[in-house]
C-alpha cells in the first residue's frame, strides 16, 4: 500500500513550505536545483508543485515570496522555473489539439502494444535498470518524483525501454500529485524530440551519477536518443475567451480542484453557493493523487466556509444534475467557476454547457488575470515567452 500522503494537502502548508523555501530561492536553489538526494532527504527545490498544480497557492504569491527574499536577480532562476508552468499551460491553451492527440495516441498505443509485460515491470519497477526502478516505486510509494529523476526516467522509458511514450506521460498523470495535463505532456514531447522537433533528451549514467550523489550510476542506457516522428505542433490561436470578472448578481460559485483558491472578485458579493469538486475528472486515478484531490477540496470547503454568507458544501460529482440540484437549492440561476485549462476539468464543463442551459443555468468562466496577460505570450519556445511577458501581474520585486 501506499506511504501516507506527504504533502499535507491544506493551503495552510503550502504557505509554510514557501515561507521556510524562500530564503532558500536564490544561490542555493541555482546552484543545487538539479541534485536529487533522494526522498527522505532534503533537497534545493521548492516541493511546492501539488499545491500550485491545484493552485491552493498562486503563481505571484510563490514569485512575490521569492523576490523579497533575494530581490529580481536573485530570485531569477527560480522565478524561470515558475514560469515554465504558465508557460507549458499557455502553449497547450493555444493548441489544444496537442491534448486531445494525446489522449487518442494513449489509445492507440495501449491497444497496438504487444509487450504487456515489459510495460507492467516499467510501471513496478521490474526493469532491472538501477535507478529507473527506484523511481517507479518512489512515484507509486509518494506521488512525487524530483523534475531531474522525471527527465531520466522519461529518457529511459522512450529510448533504453522503447516503450510508448505516451503511455509513460499516462502513468505520470495517474500518479503525480501535481499531474497537469500541460505540463506533463509537453515535458514527456520534449523529451521523446516532439515538442522541438528533433530536439532530445538523453539520459546518461554520469549524469545521473552525478546528479544523485553516486546514489545510481545505471548501465546499459541508449547511447542515442532518435527523436520520434511526428506532425510539427500546430500554429498557435489565441486562447478561447473567457470572462475577466463575475458577472454582476449573485450565482452558484463552483469551485474545481483547477483553483481551490480563487481570487478575491470572485468572493466580493454578498449570496452565492460554493461547491467544490471532490476530483478531477478522468485524472487523479492513482491512490496517492486521489486521496490528495480529495483533502485539497474538503481544505477548500473549510476555508471557503470561514469567508462567504451562503452555504459551502462538497459536490457529489461534477454533473449537470448535481450542479442544477445545488442552484435550485440556492435559488440562483447563474453558475460562475474559474477557468479551467485545457484538460479533463475543462472537457467535463464543456460536455456541461448544455445540460445546464436546459435547466434554464448559465455557466460563465472567469480567468484570472495572470493566465489572461502571460498566455498569449506562449506562441513559441519559452524563452521567448520570458523575454516577450510584461511585467508580472500582482506581483511586484522585493514585496
Not at 502548508?13 to 543545487?32: C, M, S, W
Not at 503563481?59 to 536577480?73: L, N, P, Q
Not at 475567451?241 to 483558491?261: C, H, I, K, M, W
Request: net charge negative; proline share 9%; aromatic share 10%.
Amino acid at each position: 500500500m501506499p506511504d501516507a500522503l506527504i504533502f499535507p494537502p491544506t493551503r495552510a502548508d503550502a504557505l509554510d513550505r514557501l515561507t521556510r523555501f524562500a530564503p532558500a530561492a536564490g544561490q542555493a536553489y541555482a546552484e543545487g536545483r538539479n541534485f536529487d538526494p533522494g526522498p527522505e532527504q532534503d533537497g534545493t527545490v521548492s516541493r511546492l508543485s501539488p499545491y500550485l498544480r491545484r493552485r491552493m497557492i498562486s503563481e505571484a504569491e510563490v514569485i512575490a515570496a521569492s523576490r523579497c527574499a533575494h530581490g529580481d536577480d536573485g530570485a531569477h532562476k527560480f522565478v524561470q522555473e515558475v514560469l515554465w508552468r504558465t508557460y507549458w499551460k499557455g502553449w497547450l491553451e493555444m493548441r489544444p489539439s496537442v491534448w486531445s492527440g494525446f489522449l487518442e495516441t494513449c489509445e492507440r498505443q495501449r491497444d497496438d502494444l504487444s509487450d504487456h509485460g515489459a510495460l507492467a515491470d516499467a510501471e513496478a519497477g521490474r526493469t532491472g535498470l538501477e535507478g529507473f526502478d527506484d523511481w517507479a516505486r518512489e512515484l507509486a510509494r509518494t506521488g512525487y518524483l524530483h523534475n531531474h529523476a522525471r527527465m531520466w526516467f522519461a529518457s529511459i522509458w522512450i529510448f533504453t525501454l522503447r516503450l510508448p511514450w505516451a503511455l509513460g506521460a499516462d502513468f505520470f498523470l495517474r500518479h503525480l500529485l501535481d499531474a497537469d495535463p500541460a505540463s506533463n505532456t509537453l515535458s514527456w514531447r520534449w523529451v521523446a524530440g516532439l515538442h522541438t522537433p528533433g530536439k532530445t533528451y538523453l539520459a546518461t549514467r554520469e549524469n545521473i551519477a552525478r546528479f544523485t550523489g553516486g546514489r545510481f550510476a545505471p548501465n546499459g542506457l541508449a547511447r542515442e536518443a532518435v527523436a520520434l516522428a511526428d506532425a510539427p505542433p500546430p500554429l498557435p490561436k489565441p486562447p478561447p475567451p473567457a470572462a475577466q470578472r463575475p458577472p454582476p448578481g449573485s450565482f452558484v460559485l463552483l469551485v474545481t480542484p483547477e483553483d481551490l483558491d480563487p481570487e478575491p472578485g470572485l468572493l466580493d458579493e454578498n449570496q452565492r453557493l460554493a461547491v467544490v469538486v471532490a476530483d478531477d475528472p478522468g485524472l487523479s486515478s492513482g491512490d496517492l493523487a486521489f486521496r490528495f484531490t480529495q483533502g485539497a477540496a474538503r481544505d477548500a470547503v473549510e476555508r471557503l466556509a470561514s469567508r462567504l454568507e451562503g452555504p459551502v458544501g462538497l459536490l457529489p460529482d461534477l454533473s449537470a444534475e448535481s450542479l442544477a440540484a445545488a442552484a435550485r437549492s440556492a435559488g440562483l440561476k447563474r453558475i460562475v467557476t474559474p477557468y479551467a485549462p485545457v484538460g479533463p476539468t475543462a472537457t467535463a464543463l464543456a460536455r456541461l454547457a448544455p445540460a445546464l442551459a436546459q435547466e434554464g443555468l448559465e455557466i460563465v468562466q472567469v480567468r484570472r488575470a495572470w493566465d489572461d496577460r502571460l498566455w498569449p505570450h506562449a506562441r513559441a519556445g519559452f524563452f521567448a515567452f520570458q523575454k516577450a511577458i510584461p511585467a508580472l501581474p500582482g506581483v511586484e520585486a522585493g514585496g
